[in-house]
């Protein structure tokens, strides 16, 4: 691992964790609302996973690192967590507030497909990177969360505001989950590439997204409790 791939991962690694604290802090530490809490689960799950994955690479002898990291490992469950829990968010707790399921809403639904579509393209060019078959299925299996957690993200960022403001809360909420779900998984397509200096500065950025999600997730339920 290079000098600055280290120096990225490790200020991925502590931002995340900065964003978990801070979650469990704000979220468990005081009345607050479960959206709030399943959010900070979420980044508490990639953090976790971060954490594992960076200690791997400094530990684990050189003879089988590469074996662990370019296969499947404990820490990218950190990714399916993080996902499972946005999708819970949005899908358990706002859903059946913002969409009343009208066909007067249909084109909202239609267009919000736009996100999982992208995803899916996103995940196609890390499928045709050469890895095997057993690695495309991890990878299928593995972004499946965050196809299901983006199409909400979106449907419930168009979407026409219901008559509480909830929706409205929270839509810088869900376009910055949608900016971390596309960089997620950008790291993996540009490591793979073998894109160094890129893979470094989107982790980078991956981190501070999730900075943002926590903290318009906080806005948004803030304005909630009004």
């Given amino acids: 691992m290079g000098t600055f791939q280290f120096v990225s991962e490790l200020i991925m690694t502590l931002l995340f964790l900065a964003a978990a604290i801070w979650g469990a802090v704000i979220s468990f530490g005081k009345r607050s609302a479960l ?16 954490v594992f994955s960076f200690v ?28 499972a829990f946005l999708f819970s968010a949005s ?4 859903d059946g507030l913002g969409d009343d399921k009208s066909e007067a809403l249909q084109e909202y639904r239609l267009i919000a497909l736009a996100a999982p579509a992208g995803v899916i393209v996103i995940l196609i060019l890390m499928l ?39 929706l409205a809360a929270i839509r810088k909420y869900n376009l910055a989950t949608i900016l971390l779900t596309v960089l997620v998984m950008i790291t993996f397509v540009v490591k793979m590439y073998g894109q160094a200096l890129v893979y470094g500065i989107v982790s980078i950025l991956c981190g501070v997204c999730a900075l943002f999600v926590l903290w318009f997730a906080k806005e948004g339920t803030e304005r909630w409790l009004r």
Wanted: glycine share 14%; hydrophobic share 50%.
């Fill in 128 to 166: 045709i990177s050469g890895v095997g078959w057993q690695m495309q299925v991890m990878y299928g299996v593995l972004f499946l969360p965050a196809m299901l957690a983006s199409y909400y993200n979106l449907k419930h960022l168009i979407i026409p505001d219901v008559e509480d403001g909830i």
């Fill in 91 to 94: 899908f358990g707790q706002i």
């Fill in 35 to 50: 959206f709030l809490q399943i959010v900070a689960c979420g980044l508490g799950c990639m953090a976790l996973g971060n």
């Fill in 56 to 83: 791997l690479q400094l530990t684990a002898p050189e003879e089988i690192l590469r074996e662990l990291t370019e296969g499947f490992h404990i820490g990218l469950l950190g990714i399916f967590g993080m996902f």
